[in-house]
């Protein structure tokens, strides 16, 4: 699937090269139009070319890691003269016809980085990391539940991609113990807070009660007439 994917869209972002570079060459696009035209005559084919390219971006830099540096560094050129195609077309200017001109060699710009790295993807396309093509490979059998499929893989790598295997089941086994273990906790926080339920009713329950209740007169001793004689008397 990924294969698939990558192949139709590297066939798109040729096709879209190839229209940009037919229109310059016949004069459909040119740097003597005004902005606004010159962008509606391009914008369909820099829009597409603009989103296939974020998405092979991405695939390349999974298929062949190794390759980072100049895949970024191809990616970039070409990303940033589409880019500058666009602004420079909306800029506000008394001249339109200069920006015009300036946008038009941007364009042509990245239609020559644009071939550059389509040689460069062409290339990880028929020889991807060996490594990645074999997970790839297995992860697309395990996916489609089909039959697991033999694939060749140089001696050197086979110990690397044992190891590989044995670090994704340790690391399956290790969630599922820490799923069980969470499972377990949870329980005992429930069963914890039923038990406490009771008691913290309880009390506050007497601590309502406490306060409902009227305060007492700190000195509780009850005053009686006794206590009183009239004056004289011994």
């Given at each position: 699937?990924?294969?698939?994917?990558?192949?139709?869209?590297?066939?798109?972002?040729?096709?879209?090269?190839?229209?940009?570079?037919?229109?310059?060459?016949?004069?459909?696009?040119?740097?003597?139009?005004?902005?606004?035209?010159?962008?509606?005559?391009?914008?369909?084919?820099?829009?597409?070319?603009?989103?296939?390219?974020?998405?092979?971006?991405?695939?390349?830099?999974?298929?062949?890691?190794?390759?980072?540096?100049?895949?970024?560094?191809?990616?970039?050129?070409?990303?940033?003269?589409?880019?500058?195609?666009?602004?420079?077309?909306?800029?506000?200017?008394?001249?339109?016809?200069?920006?015009?001109?300036?946008?038009?060699?941007?364009?042509?710009?990245?239609?020559?980085?644009?071939?550059?790295?389509?040689?460069?993807?062409?290339?990880?396309?028929?020889?991807?990391?060996?490594?990645?093509?074999?997970?790839?490979?297995?992860?697309?059998?395990?996916?489609n539940k089909g039959p697991v499929i033999t694939i060749e893989t140089p001696k050197e790598l086979q110990p690397i991609i044992e190891k590989v295997f044995r670090h994704v089941e340790a690391i399956r086994a290790s969630i599922i113990s820490a799923e069980k273990a969470l499972?377990?906790?949870?329980?005992?926080?429930?069963?914890?807070?039923?038990?406490?339920?009771?008691?913290?009713?309880?009390?506050?329950?007497?601590?309502?009660?406490?306060?409902?209740?009227?305060?007492?007169?700190?000195?509780?001793?009850?005053?009686?007439?006794?206590?009183?004689?009239?004056?004289?008397?011994?």
């Amino acid at each position: 699937m990924v294969y698939e994917k990558f192949a139709v869209q590297l066939s798109q972002f040729e096709d879209g090269l190839q229209k940009l570079a037919k229109d310059i060459a016949s004069g459909v696009i040119f740097e003597r139009l005004e902005p606004i035209e010159l962008w509606k005559r391009s914008e369909e084919t820099v829009t597409r070319l603009m989103e296939l390219l974020e998405s092979l971006h991405e695939k390349t830099l999974i298929l062949k890691p190794e390759k980072a540096p100049i895949i970024e560094n191809q990616y970039e050129n070409m990303a940033k003269a589409l880019k500058n195609f666009k602004e420079i077309l909306f800029q506000k200017t008394p001249k339109p016809l200069a920006n015009s001109r300036l946008a038009f060699e941007q364009l042509r710009k990245a239609v020559t980085d644009g071939s550059d790295l389509l040689v460069l993807m062409r290339e990880i396309r028929d020889e991807p990391n060996p490594v990645i093509d074999t997970v790839i490979r297995l992860k697309t059998a395990a996916e489609n539940k089909g039959p697991v499929i033999t694939i060749e893989t140089p001696k050197e790598l086979q110990p690397i991609i044992e190891k590989v295997f044995r670090h994704v089941e340790a690391i399956r086994a290790s969630i599922i113990s820490a799923e069980k273990a969470l499972g377990e906790v949870k329980l005992h926080l429930r069963n914890l807070q039923q038990e406490c339920l009771p008691t913290a009713k309880k009390e506050e329950k007497e601590e309502a009660e406490t306060r409902d209740k009227p305060s007492q007169p700190k000195n509780n001793k009850q005053l009686s007439l006794s206590q009183f004689k009239p004056e004289g008397e011994a």
